[in-house]
């Protein structure tokens, strides 16, 4: 039996062996979940610090092929059947319904969810092949047929939504559900305008005389960029930009004046608030003040010359068309404008197709063409992307009456075409394929995230690292997937 | 313990009988399947011999500093040296197995065998030593000490290379050497050696060399490479299917013929497909890759392999931060083209900014400036001599520009321009062929120059490997219509009189109109020439005409007085809440409706009769009532069924007037909008009030059948 003196030693050294135990043992659980960290989480040691959530830098991450974008988005949904995607099977299976297994449980819209049947109907125009590469293009667009060896058509494009407002706000803001960004915000943000006395992000809207969907603010939002990154809408008409002039009675000096004190005042205020707000403010009131120059000189279509007006077609000398919108992206984007954005509404043709098909691909096909080739001899089309296309495709079978020369398309998610010009795309290709049906894409399909990371990619922006922090998370314009298409790179 | 060693010695001489003569026949030798199993084990077997002898090393060279028994120091080491060589012996037979199986010819092979070879009996040797001297003394004699540290080094030497038969050649540094990639360079690119033999080197030579030819294929010399390993030539045509190569490499990875093996780094898609190209366009071991036709995949794997092209590495420094960021202005931008690179981008906006400094203060950065914008810019001769000092300029834009022919002399002397655009400019054919001289040139344009196209045909013909854009030319075949030409003021009404101005966007457009509702054309219509007054209800027929264009389309707008101004009105019923405009003013606002009939112009009532009331404070005569009605069969909008017009000295004594039943068109010839002409005459009217009633329901034969119909008014005239 031992003493307690004894036992006292003997526990003495069971506490310091418990302790080395635990010790050890509570060093080797810490070590162990250290290194599982690191292998979960990449670079948790390599000291980088993961991308950084200040401002973007301003500058290309890598160089890039091209400056600056004009987007000529055909809102409403063009129907790929009657632009690019021509399908002979269509006009031999006419009238016959769409086999289920091609269907393979495609959700449909409110509106033909009820038709009994979805008889195929082929296209009223007919297809011919140019170009180089043998492009099949619709009579209906003749002037983009002449071009084709300038345009990569992308006919494997496809998106998630089915309707109008989460299929555009997708395509310009990367989610169906708004108050994203919108990608001439994202731009502007990492790459900021090149010329400072007008915005990165212009909007010009033009009606067309079909069946329209409206387009609105969200769609050139800056979400929770700054708002110095929102796109400025300019109006048709004799003042593109509202509210830009002096008001009667004041001139130049004295505005210049106003804007200095008020810049004062607001300073103060940030001073006393950190409002990031106010300095966006104070940047706006410099820019405005600087385009009360820029804009009229950039904005007056009065001097073009004749050929010019030949080349996009007379209308383009009447403010608020399309043809005037393209000549005048040609000039913002001449200027500097990093991101132009052209709406043409009216392409959502769910019934009376050929016919409004007609008016409408007479409106923007002249100016379209002419656009790609006058910013290529200038010298342009290398270092500006010029993209074309709508918010998701049209289905193969009718909806509502079907007649030869008189049918609509629903709208269709899964395939649609779309082209892009200039700005480092290899030109005079064709990408993607779909089925027979245009209804499955077969080879090479591009999701809206995988074309918004190409797009980024051109300007040398790697869309993974363009990120921006809020909620609690880094955001970015592909959310979080995306690819880039390398194929269709030069 | 003695027996064991004693057994063990003796193992150990008869291991060393058998390798000797192993070495002695080796050619006539040959193993059966078990036996290769053994060889298999060496590389089990080789790592006992190494502890052994390390163990075996520290006790002999630093045992004396231990704090046991030096007898049993010598023991252990004896036992260690012992095992050591047994096991060593062992590894050399598994070793000699295993080399029989082929495939090990180069020196790397040899110095590994021999210096296995010399371990195990250099070993055995020691061992023997120990036992003659080392056991009787007291410390370990430094010749025995000298003896392990040779064996020491032995070991390392063999281990270093049967490692390098394993892994490479410069397996041990090579994470330090760096992966000495350097840069592809496309134009200059050979397929086989640049693009496809880097992917062999990386992934097949660990055991396809001189030193290690597994399943005697060779990958490392061309014509061994064409010969083929054991089973058969890589390749017999340019098929993929019946290449061996491609079989082997496209096996699923678990097949036991897949190359690489499993376990060893595998080709990646991209290097995959690129050696399939290669052998489908013909294995050919000269072909440049600019002989390759564009189309083939060829060139776009070697860029998703070995990286893009034009990562160009710049050869000149950096310019200074803060130099770059003063020259920035709202005027001028001056930024790297990308984050890190030296080389700097240019852009000038604002041709009033330009000022002479404007280029010259660039020459601070003259060295990195690669791009610049000059587009619209007022250049001067000064700026021409500036020119000349951006010596590294690749991109010039000189749009719209007094450029001229001296300028392409200043250009011509830039050594690296690739693009230059000049459209817009003063530049003629000699300038222009001054330019072609350029080395590096690839893409001029110059449209909308005085150069002409048979010219630019012919230059293009003579510098095939530039691309001389011309843009749109117009030729003047082709002819476009006329867009409409506009007619102002907006408004279709008017009260006394209305200044009618007549306009066309298109320059120079001559524009013929009528005015008493014929069809103009370009001989008997008046021209227009400024704006005229009409008094009177007018339809304003106007077309344009410019020679070189096809004539327009024809615009038409229909004008009425309305005279009589009401001092008050009253909708004596409310109209439908969506399209109540301003109220009973919008009725004799003056302003037309537009398209959109809920634009706030248009008053609209449905399936309810409109009842207005108008009351003149000085007694009137009138002659005739419009209603200006919206027409849009589809969407309801019907014109009135009935009209009643009663008229008085106040409401009680007012009386029918008139009462009329509009036509109703047939849907096909209905127009958009149309004013309803009521002849109702009165005198000393001082009250009128109109009842219009609309179709309830809208007659069958019609759009929409059986609905009680919509009214639209935007207009009530009164004279």
Known sequence: MKKDGMLEKEVEQARLYENRRQFLSRLSIGIGSAALGSLLIPDLFSGKGGDSDGPAPGIPHFAPKAKRVIYLFQSGGVSQLESFDGKPKLREMMGQDLPESVRGGQRLTGMTAGQASFPLVGSYYDFAQYGKSGAWVSSAFPHMAKIVDDLCIIRSLHTDAINHDPAITFFQTGAQQGNRPSMGAWLSYGLGSENQNLPAFCVLVSKGRGNGQGVYAKLWTNGFLDSVHQGVQLMGGPDPVLYLGNPPGTDKVSRRKLFDKLAELNLLQFEAFGDPEITAKVQQYEMAYRMQTSVPEVTDLSKEPDHIVKLYGPDCLVPGTYAANCLLARKLSENGVRFVQLYHQGWDQHGNLPNEMATQAKDVDQASAALVTDLKQRGLLDETLVIWGGEFGRTSYCQGRLEFNNYGRDHHPRCFSVWMAGGGIKPGIVYGETDEFSYNIVKDPVHVHDFHATILHQLGLNHEKLTYRHLGRRYRLTDVAGTVVKDILV | MKSIHTALLNLLIAFQVFIVFFLLFESRIYVPASLQVLGRAHPLLLHFPIVLLVLAWLLGCFGEKLDMGQALVKQLVYTLLLLTAWSAALTVVAGLFLSKEGGYEGPAFQWHKWTGVALCFLSAGLLWYHERTAVKRTKYPN????????????????????????????YLFEPVRG????????????VFPDLVYPILEAKCLNCHSPNKAKGGLILSDTTLMRQGGDSGPLWVSSSTEESLLIQRLLLDIGHEHHMPPKGKPQLTDEELALVQAWVASGADFEVPLSSVPPDDPIHRLAVAVYGAPNTEAYDFPAADAGTVAGLNSPYRVVKPIALGMPALTVGFYGKTAFTEQSLSELTAVGLQVVSMSLSGMPLSEKDRQTLGNFTNLQELILNDTPVDDRWCETLAALPKLRTISLSGTKVTETGLATLLALPKLKQVYVWNTQVGTDVLERLQQEHKNVTIEQGYRDDGQTILPLNAPLIKPASSFFEERATVTLSHPVA??????????????????RLYKEPFTIDAATVVRVKGYKSGWFSSAETLKAFHPSANRPDRLFLLGPPNPGYKGRGAV??????????????????????EPMNVSFHFDEAIHIDTIGISVKQQYGSHIYPPKVIQVWGGADSIGARLLTRVQPILEKPEKAPASQLVSIPAVGDAIRYLRLVVEPFVPIPPGYPAEGNPAWIFVDEITIN
């Open chain 2, 508 to 525: 120079g457009v001559e524009l013929r109109y009528t005015l008493d509702g014929s069809e103009p054309d370009s001989t008997h219509a």
């Open chain 2, 586 to 607: 919008t009725l004799v606002d003056l302003v037309s409706g537009g398209d959109n009939h809920a634009d706030g112009k248009w008053l609209g009532f449905y399936g």
């Open chain 2, 143 to 170: 010749l025995f000490r000298i003896g392990l540290s040779v064996l020491l080094v032995v070991l390392m030497m063999a281990g270093h290379f049967g490692a390098g038969l394993t892994h490479g050649a410069d």
């Open chain 2, 179 to 190: 992966k000495k990639q350097k840069a592809l360079d496309i134009e200059m690119a050979v």
